[in-house]
């Protein structure tokens, strides 16, 4: 059951890192808060699909003052 429960947490976070791509490539840049608010997500979930993002190098990521910007490579 553990097996079950990893991979559909997995699945989520692929799909919302698709989300999240195609939002920031649709707005060129956002910031954190932004890209939450927009497409409704937690702390949680955007940090991993970020991360995931991060990880293949499609995007990248700066900190900005407070804010941390996110922009399509």
Known sequence: MLATQ???EINEIGENA???YD???EHEEC????????LKLSTEAAS????WLA??????MRKKGISLRIFTI
């Open 6 to 8: 990893v991979s559909l």
């Open 18 to 20: 698709g989300r999240i």
């Open 23 to 25: 939002y920031v490539r």
């Open 31 to 38: 910031t954190f808060s932004a890209l939450k608010k927009g």
């Open 48 to 51: 991993y699909a970020l991360g």
């Open 55 to 60: 990880r293949e190098g499609r995007i990248d």
